[in-house]
């Protein structure tokens, strides 16, 4: 069996700029997303430039069986994952009162539930394969965020959980590392409801330095790649200020963006 690499949410933004880097290098991949159009797109684009076709699967992340479901089609392909790239994600603007209960658990079973699920089923294949590990969270990691609650904790949870992986799996020889960007000009701030004129004042990142910045940081067996300087300053500044300070101010910056 082939060791492929495996990219959730690789339909758009960051997750289909990781697609066109990992292809660039040479890699064999399947790609998860519900847009299965926009996956066949991209195989067709990254086949023609000359890398291995990648497999698509389109598949909703967050019902039940899906990380099943993924597990099967790499069998099916006579594969196993080599490199599993959880990126798949969302989030929501407004109030944890004012937003929708099921919506909001929809964050947590996308980005907590699925992610958790899928690495676990694939931990085996990585192990066999002294593979790597990214996961996907945010700069929103680093703090409580009201405005954007259940995001931002969602993302708490990804980067705890890359970063004690990272130290448990050194003896296995699998690489874990934690992708934390800033605001990305991506489809996400769409999803999340919040207004074009905000995204603007976020001076956001590309999504390709952005996947740069991952590929850079898996690559070299990082914990944890921030990119951009601002991005890192605020991480570091998590770690000192307290957020009893910080909080008001993202309470500012998110009012208005949501329900
Ligand atoms: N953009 C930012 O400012 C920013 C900042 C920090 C972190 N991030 C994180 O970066 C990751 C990628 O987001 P992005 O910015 O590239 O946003 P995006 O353009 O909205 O991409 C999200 C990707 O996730 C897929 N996805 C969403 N729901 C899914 C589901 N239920 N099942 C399977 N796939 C699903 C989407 O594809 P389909 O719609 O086709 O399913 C899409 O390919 C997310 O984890 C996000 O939290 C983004």
Request: net charge positive; with cysteine; glycine share 10%.
């Amino acid at each position: 069996m082939t060791a492929i690499t495996v990219i959730t949410g690789a339909s758009g933004g960051i997750g289909a700029d990781l697609a066109r880097i990992f292809a660039r290098n040479g890699h064999k991949m399947l790609l998860i997303a519900r847009n299965g159009e926009a996956l066949s797109a991209l195989s067709d684009e990254l086949s023609a430039q000359g890398a291995p076709r990648p497999l698509v699967l389109p598949l909703d992340l967050a019902t039940p069986g899906a990380a099943q479901r993924v597990v099967a089609a790499l069998r099916q392909a006579d594969a196993t994952a080599g490199i599993l790239v959880n990126n798949a994600g969302y989030g929501l603007a407004g109030t944890v009162a004012g937003l929708d209960t099921a919506e909001q658990l929809g964050i947590v079973n996308l980005n907590v539930r699925a992610l958790t699920e899928l690495t676990l089923l694939l931990l085996p294949d990585l192990i066999a394969a002294r593979g790597r590990l990214l996961n996907v969270a945010s700069t929103a990691a680093y703090f409580p965020g009201p405005g954007m609650a259940v995001y931002y904790a969602s993302k708490a949870f990804v980067l705890s959980l890359s970063e004690a992986m990272h130290q448990e799996l050194k003896k296995d020889g699998v690489s874990v590392t934690v992708l934390c960007p800033g605001a990305t000009a991506t489809g996400f701030f769409d999803r999340a409801g919040v207004d074009a004129n905000m995204l603007k004042m976020l001076r956001p990142m590309s999504s390709m330095t952005v996947a740069e910045a991952g590929y850079a940081g898996l690559m070299a067996g990082r914990r944890v790649a921030i990119p951009g300087v601002m991005n890192k300053v605020a991480a570091l500044l998590s770690g000192v200020v307290p957020h009893l300070l910080f909080m008001p101010l993202l309470q500012h910056l998110q009012a208005g963006r949501g329900r």
